[in-house]
């Protein structure tokens, strides 16, 4: 997940997921009339934040977009910055104290497709908690179960990837079992401090046109692609499509249907 280019020009999924839920939700927020200083948890490439999030806000003081991923952040500092508009380098689910960092905090956090790649919920929604100023709003997209998940675990019992995928399980959502997903997400929630003002768990499904790009969107988000020699990259992209297709992953005219469930919570910190 450190190829920024490749991921800007292969997220279609997110971008569409991300416009899809930024028009649902933006009118049901609490809105000032300036002073609007907005965090964007996860931005990756920059381009969803740029593009789709800025345009939309009703209000904005200050964006700032965060991922852990330097090469990422990098790659939207030279591309997506704007005046109202910077990056930076932070880890939400490791990172002390946040305050020190962000002594203001902000009264909007946004995160898409991000924190289904966090194992510790907990220490993320804490932190999240931290950032927002009383009575802020945190709207929360990512993964709440998908078969890409399942293909992750297929993959890391084949004998010439085992020992690159030791820790799939960290990879894997703590949600993509669960009965009511949802429900879990806004009991930790709630448990850490939130008022939950929505959480749900839709299914939803995307179609990839073609083989090529279902491929590209394979290597954009695999985080074990990096581990893996480079002479080797063809091959594992061929056994992760075999795995999706024993799977019995809906095809049809060279295109491919994904199946999942978005988990959408809108959050707010109490006064």
Known sequence: MENAELYVSSNGLQRRD???VLRGALPAMNWEPEG??????GCGSGDVTRNLLLPLLPTVDQVVGVDVSHDMVTFASKNFEHNSLSFKQLDIARIIQPRQIFPEGFTKIFSFYCLHWIP???QCLTNVLQLLQPGGEALLVFLAQHPLFTMYERMAEKPRWAEYMKDVSNFVPRYQY???PAADFANTATEIGFEVLECKAPQLFYVFENINYLINAIKAVNPFLPRIPKNDHDAFVKD??????????????GRTFAHYNLMVAHLTRPE
């Open 120 to 122: 510790d919920q907990e």
């Open 36 to 41: 609007e200083k907005i965090l964007d948890i």
């Open 178 to 180: 669960k009965a009511d």
């Open 18 to 20: 991300a416009l899809m």
């Open 240 to 253: 992760c499509l075999q795995v999706l297709a024993d799977m019995n992953t809906p095809q049809q005219d």
